[in-house]
């Protein structure tokens, strides 16, 4: 895990790719310690919001110091985000978290699985990850965020809830439509779709790391909002279970139940 610290960043651009879905493109140091997976914790301006909202990172671009944000609009803290322009400063805490294991993939068949707004980590992961990438990414419509930079990096086969592009269905539907095999499976997005993944892997027998930060609440182990249950005993609380925010987000799925 790298070293966290909080820090201030300059505002490079921001715009709305889709409906109440933002872009964000911060200057930042921290940057360079960024990988795939971990995420930052971003503070409102407003004294009403005290706690940071944790957002993944979508890009990092080490040659500019660039972090990339991309965030759905879910409370007062994201809402105030999406008010923010060019050359004002925002305060951040990061790097956090664990990202995905590149090593456990690197030459191998994989499966790069987002599903909604878990759909930006699977950027940087493609860019990165050495691998025959298969980048199956499920949308509710046809507001495509990110296919087209996705397709840069990976082999993109895409399912909608409305059947309106790709697969109907969900990212479990087009893989069975497309008739797709893997070795290792990585995957964000919502639990519904985390938890249909774990199945598939368990049953095919593939290894499988999944990030759970949909249940992130603070990004910071403050709040405890995002505790799930493990197979290990924790070596702090002596009991089964695991912070996601300081633990991971990303685990292997045989760890976790959820």
């Known amino acids: 895990m790298s070293q966290k610290k ?3 960043a300059k505002i490079v651009s ?3 790719i889709a409906p109440q879905i933002f872009d964000l493109w911060l200057e930042t140091e921290l940057a360079q310690d960024a990988r795939p997976g971990q995420f930052v914790a971003l503070y409102p301006k407003s004294e009403a919001t ?3 909202r944790p957002i993944s990172i979508c890009e990092a671009d080490k040659e500019n110091n660039r972090l990339r944000l991309i965030y759905r609009i879910a409370g007062k803290g994201t809402k105030e985000f999406s008010a923010w322009r ?3 400063e925002a305060a951040l805490l990061g790097v956090l978290g664990n990202g995905f294991p590149l090593d456990k993939a690197e030459g191998k068949k994989v499966f790069l699985m987002g599903g909604g707004i878990g759909i930006p980590p699977m950027l940087q992961l493609a860019k990165e990850l050495q691998a025959e990438k298969q ?3 499920g949308y509710r419509n046809r507001d495509l ?3 087209d930079e996705l397709r840069e990096n990976g082999t993109v086969y895409v399912a909608t809830e409305d059947g309106s592009t790709g697969c109907a269905g969900n990212v479990m539907d087009a893989v069975r439509e497309n008739g797709l095999k893997a070795e290792v499976i990585m995957a964000c997005g919502p639990m519904p779709m985390l938890r249909a993944i774990k199945k598939y892997a368990e049953e095919n027998g593939i290894e499988a790391y999944l ?3 949909e249940r992130m609440a603070c990004g910071v182990g403050a709040c405890l909002g995002c505790v799930c249950k493990t197979k290990e005993v924790d070596h702090h609380s002596h009991v089964h279970n695991a912070r996601i925010c300081t633990d991971g987000p990303v685990f292997e799925a045989k760890e976790v139940d959820i």
């Open 6 to 8: 909080k820090t201030t």
């Open 211 to 213: 990030s759970l930060e």
């Open 145 to 147: 965020f990110l296919a």
């Open 50 to 52: 005290l706690l940071p």
């Open 14 to 16: 921001q715009k709305e």
């Open 86 to 88: 060019a050359g004002e």
């Open 135 to 137: 980048i199956i990414v």
